[in-house]
């Protein structure tokens, strides 16, 4: 829900609560009315089912346009692709990113797509990421957490670079500088 990110994002972006007053996020919803959530948040645009694809395009396509007027850019965050996938399948949820990540690169808009490690197989992962950018894959090994980019910008390597979570940011441990640029 916009309340469980609002709450999440407090440790990570300072004054995150005064961007969303000031215009500067918005949210598309369409897990919260099928939970039975009534409550409406002011910085909400909600859809009732999440197979709803046209509405959902429609949605983010009046937000975008909304904030091209005001701004150079727009970010956009996707939360969770595994979630489109389990209401439909990989092939409808695919023929409606090709269009949706299409016009988020048209508008120039920095976007994020995350998709649940372990519930999908390697060839929907792939689909998927062949009308991406690029990935960064997160992964536990051994009671480490690691993460891999893959085809973002100029990476010398694609192997796992350990990492930790704080409340205050991602720290990147001991690693060769040849690695990432």
């Known amino acids: 829900t916009p309340k469980d990110i609002r709450d ?45 694809h046209d509405k959902i395009m429609q949605a983010t396509e009046h937000v975008a346009n909304d904030y091209k007027t005001k701004h150079k850019y727009y970010r956009l965050a996707f939360r969770s692709l595994s979630t489109l996938i389990a ?19 048209r508008d120039g808009a920095v976007s994020m797509y995350s998709i649940e490690k372990g519930v999908h197989g390697e060839q929907e992962i792939q689909m998927l990421g062949s009308i991406m950018d690029g990935m960064i894959d997160f992964k536990l090994d051994q009671l480490k957490s690691l993460f891999s980019v893959q085809g973002i910008c100029d990476v010398q390597s694609r192997s796992y670079i350990r990492y930790t979570v704080g409340k205050h940011g991602l720290n990147i441990g001991s690693f060769s500088l040849d690695h990432i640029r």
């Open 8 to 52: 999440e994002m407090r440790y990570i972006v300072s004054g995150y609560e005064e961007y969303e007053k000031l215009g500067l996020v918005h949210y598309v919803d369409t897990y919260s009315r099928g939970m039975g959530e009534v409550t409406n948040d002011p910085y909400t645009t909600y859809i009732d089912e999440p197979t709803d």
């Open 87 to 105: 209401y439909s399948d990989p092939n409808t949820a695919f023929r409606f990113l090709s269009p949706f990540c299409g016009r988020r690169k």
